[in-house]
């Protein structure tokens, strides 16, 4: 019991001592109002979403809209994080959004879909910066498949996304109830709308999720609009970047590991990742592809690019290894003492689907030498 009460009170203290080393003297009566939070409620009654005002005077709509305001700035280190990333994003967003006539509130659809994040993903199978499904983007253009996932692609995603969510406001008439299908689909919400006869958002009883919807991003505008009412005082030098970058044609007549086009650039593998997330795995496939690489590195690249493909082609060397039973994974790759997880990325092998008797490998010359007795004589020799 007495250890408890110890735990307890060093977790006080250290509390209050976080608290001083985060707050100044000056900021300790503020402090007290953002603890509690309340100072953050006062709510404009000439708040808009997409040009068009939010009943705030109504209570059961201001209990929403506070709700979703709480609980948003309860997770500050998410809230740094979206503000920190909005340099790098938002310009081309605005853009587009500009271009294309739509309000720049849209600009908010982004945040709460993924907190402006790539790779973000949810149980359901929606991903990317504006969380398509795999099927609605290729509705509108995306491309996804085994090598690219244009849903990571700012540029193609957000393209994607303006040009459905102006059919949604053309079919309802509403950017609230075009939020509403974007985030629990257009037929589930005009069968709602028949149902309860009404096409008012903020009278509609839908999914839960989509009740909070517009107000988790009226909450996300509020606080970018003014970070440091609600406590975020962010200078210059602490937002990220905007997106910088040369763009190149990559063209390649086979699939081309990611590597020979990262050093083409005189970079790292991961910098081309980075500014590409729409490339999957550690090839490019056959074809042309249009390529971020850093900024400044276009310069040369295309002679550099030429060279190191005709290498790698010319040294390669791959050898064909025929599966016998008995073999697993493991046992191919001790025997060509190879790294497994190469073994795996050389052959696209999908770990949930066991290798059979037949089945060709690829194992590289470059990283192991193999005997000509360990492939079929026929068939077991390539390139």
């Known amino acids: 019991m007495k250890a408890i009460v110890i735990v307890r009170f060093v977790l006080l203290a250290s509390v209050l001592l976080a608290s001083d080393l985060f707050v100044s003297d000056a900021d300790s009566n503020e402090l007290s109002d953002f603890s509690s939070l309340v100072s953050s409620l006062g709510v404009d009654p000439a708040l808009e979403f997409c040009g068009k005002k939010v009943p705030v005077e109504n209570q059961e709509v201001r209990e929403r809209f506070e709700k979703e305001l709480l609980l948003t700035l309860w997770d ?91 059919e ?7 950017w609230e109830l075009a939020a509403a299908a974007y985030n629990m689909g257009e037929e589930g919400l005009m069968a709602e709308i028949l149902e309860q006869d009404t096409n008012n958002y903020y ?12 107000f988790r991003i009226l909450s996300v505008k509020l606080i970018l609009l003014n970070p440091e ?21 990559v063209d390649c007549r086979q699939e081309t590991p990611i590597r020979i086009v990262a050093q083409s650039a005189n970079t790292y593998f991961k910098a081309i990742k980075d500014l590409n997330p729409e490339i999957r795995g550690h090839y490019l496939g056959e074809g042309t592809h249009k390529i971020l690489i850093p900024k400044g590195a ?23 290894y025929i599966v016998s039973k008995g073999d697993n994974l493991s046992s191919i790759a001790e025997k060509f003492d190879v790294p497994l997880a190469a073994l795996i990325i050389w052959n696209r092998i999908d770990l949930k689907r066991p290798i059979f008797p037949g089945q060709r490998l690829i194992i590289y010359a470059e990283e192991a030498k193999i ?5 079929n004589e026929d068939e077991g020799t390539s390139g």
Do not use: C
């Not at 006539?101 to 199978?125: C, M, N, Q, T, V």
């Not at 949604?168 to 509403?174: D, H, P, V």
């Open 76 to 166: 500050r280190p998410q809230v740094i994080l979206w503000l920190k990333r909005s340099r790098r994003y938002l310009p081309h967003i605005e853009q587009v959004l500009k271009e294309n006539g739509l309000p720049d509130d849209i600009k908010y659809i982004a945040f709460a879909e993924s907190a402006l994040r790539p790779h973000a993903g949810s149980s359901k199978g929606a991903m990317g910066f504006w969380q398509f499904m795999a099927d609605t983007g290729r509705n509108y253009g995306l491309r996804i498949d085994a090598y690219v996932d244009e849903r990571r692609n700012i540029f193609s995603s957000t393209a994607a996304a303006i040009r459905y969510l102006n």
């Open 168 to 174: 949604l406001y053309q079919k309802f008439g509403s």
């Open 203 to 214: 009278q509609l009883y839908l999914p839960l999720e989509t009740q909070r919807y517009v």
């Open 229 to 249: 009412k609600y406590g975020f005082k962010l200078n210059d030098a602490d937002y990220y970047p905007p997106l910088s970058y040369d763009q190149v044609q």
């Open 298 to 320: 276009s310069a040369g690249f295309e002679n550099r690019y030429a060279e190191l493909v005709a290498k790698y082609i010319a040294a390669r060397k791959e050898k064909v």
């Open 371 to 375: 005997d000509e007795t360990e492939t």
